[in-house]
C-alpha cells in the first residue's frame, strides 16, 4: 500500500519560516515526482512545487523565492522550505506523488495545515 505522510505544519507568525516534510513509500519515490500542493478555505486545490526525480523543480508565482523544494532519495522524504510567509500561505498543504508506469499514477497524502497568523 503506497503511503505519503505530511508533517511540519503548525501555527507559523507573518514573516517566519516553517518546513513540510512528506515520506513516501519506497516502492514508488524513486521513479516519482513529487510535489507540494494547497488549498485554502473555499478555494481549488493549487500547485506549489514540483520536483522531478533528477531534481529539476517548478514553482508557483506566488512562492518563487520563498519557497524551497527538495527531495532526499536516501530517505524517500520530500520537504517545502518555506520562508517570508504571509497570511495568503494559510491552507492545507498535500504532498503528491505521480509516476508513469504502463500507466499514470497519482498519489496524495492526508494533508497538513499551515497557518500564518499573528
Known amino acids: 500500500q503506497v503511503q505519503l505522510v505530511e508533517s511540519g505544519g503548525g501555527l507559523v507568525q507573518p514573516g517566519g519560516s516553517l518546513r513540510l516534510s512528506c515520506a513516501a513509500s519506497?516502492?514508488?519515490?524513486?521513479?516519482?515526482?513529487m510535489g507540494w500542493y494547497r488549498q485554502a478555505p473555499g478555494k481549488q486545490r493549487e500547485l506549489v512545487a514540483t520536483?522531478?526525480?533528477?531534481?529539476?523543480?517548478n514553482y508557483a508565482d506566488a512562492v518563487k523565492g520563498r519557497f524551497t523544494i527538495s527531495r532526499d532519495n536516501a530517505k524517500n522524504t520530500v520537504y517545502l522550505q518555506m520562508s517570508s510567509l504571509n497570511s495568503e500561505d494559510t491552507a492545507v498543504y498535500y504532498c503528491n506523488a505521480r509516476r508513469l508506469k504502463g500507466r499514470l499514477e497519482i498519489y496524495w497524502g492526508q494533508g497538513t495545515q499551515v497557518t500564518v497568523s499573528s
Open positions: 519506497a516502492s514508488i519515490f524513486s521513479d516519482s515526482a
Open positions: 520536483i522531478s526525480g533528477a531534481g529539476t523543480t
